[in-house]
């Protein structure tokens, strides 16, 4: 079931992916043909989604990967790269359209309002169809992705009403206007998602997690005292790892010690942590960390 899942997972951001591609090619042409900025600007950001499915569809077959001698975790972390690397090319392109479509204001072009018209309509077809497509992904990847998406379908609504406008009125700063709103929306994004990816690579504790509620829900398992020297980081943003110390009775018979371990483990599983490294203690038992060497 699982290798179903990540097949399909991954023939649907493939899929996207070839999607994208092609009309971001087609997009940049009309770009250039119709003197739009506001369609420039959005060929910007589907290039950076195409460049984010590329990486995405590579590390989704990576992260199939077992765990080697190297990476002992596994491959899934590598993920991180490719939102990074997609971040940075975000940012630089969008700086670069804010300085095209800046002086624009004040010295606006006329855009060809047909062509703009034609190729928003194709634009809300190309980029919905691939959501379609999408739809009901399970992966957190494919999730992303479908978000990626519906954003360019609301960029492209943005540039078909705005093309409607200029058949009838001649308004050239309404183009410029448009790609700059469309540049901030995007970077807004950006440094949104950035702030998460960095949380992860700086190994802090998930959102959706805190050490005081894992602790808590632990020591309230039959047989445990205490709960202590708690850390929580994750691979990916969606598989988690907890390590602890966790005190129980010092006459506790061995076969209880493996069941609280077991219960312990399951407790973590159930919110939502992938991997748990617990370590028994006895109480009265002197805890020795690493620093105290």
């Known amino acids: 079931m699982h290798a179903h899942v990540a097949g399909r997972s991954e023939a649907n951001i493939r899929t996207a992916f070839i999607l994208n591609l092609l009309f971001t090619i087609v997009e940049v042409a009309g770009g250039i043909y119709t003197g739009s900025l506001a369609i420039t600007a959005d060929a910007l950001h589907d290039l950076g989604d195409s460049f984010s499915l590329g990486l995405a569809w590579f590390f989704e077959r990576i992260a199939q990967k077992k765990p080697s001698s190297l990476f002992s975790y596994g491959y899934r972390r590598f993920s991180l790269l490719a939102a990074l690397i997609n971040a940075l090319v975000l940012i630089g392109g969008s700086i670069l359209i804010l300085s095209l479509a800046v002086p624009g204001l004040f010295s606006p072009g006329t855009p060809d309002a047909p062509g703009m018209f034609l190729l928003s309509l194709l634009g809300i077809t190309a980029n919905g ?51 700059i709103l469309i540049t901030l929306f995007v970077l807004w994004n950006v440094i949104r998602n950035s702030r998460r990816t960095l949380l992860i690579f700086l190994q802090g504790v998930p959102p959706s997690l805190s050490i005081d509620a894992v602790e808590e829900a632990l020591v309230a398992l039959l047989g445990v005292c205490e709960v202590h020297d708690t850390h929580i980081w994750s691979l ?58």
């Open 129 to 179: 169809a691939a959501a379609y497509r999408m739809r009901g992904g399970k992966t957190l990847n494919e999730q992303l992705v479908v978000w990626h998406l519906l954003e360019d379908v609301l960029g492209w609504a943005a540039v078909l009403v705005v093309s409607i406008v200029l058949l009838f009125r001649d308004i050239a700063w309404l183009d410029p206007a448009l790609s």
């Open 236 to 293: 990916d943003g969606e598989h988690h790892i907890l390590t602890a110390h966790v005190v129980i009775d010092a006459d506790t018979p061995a076969d209880a010690v493996r069941e609280i371990r077991c219960r312990v483990k399951q407790r973590a599983a159930e919110m939502g942590i992938s991997h748990a490294t617990i370590e028994i203690e006895e109480q009265g038992e002197v805890c020795v960390r690493p620093e105290d060497f």
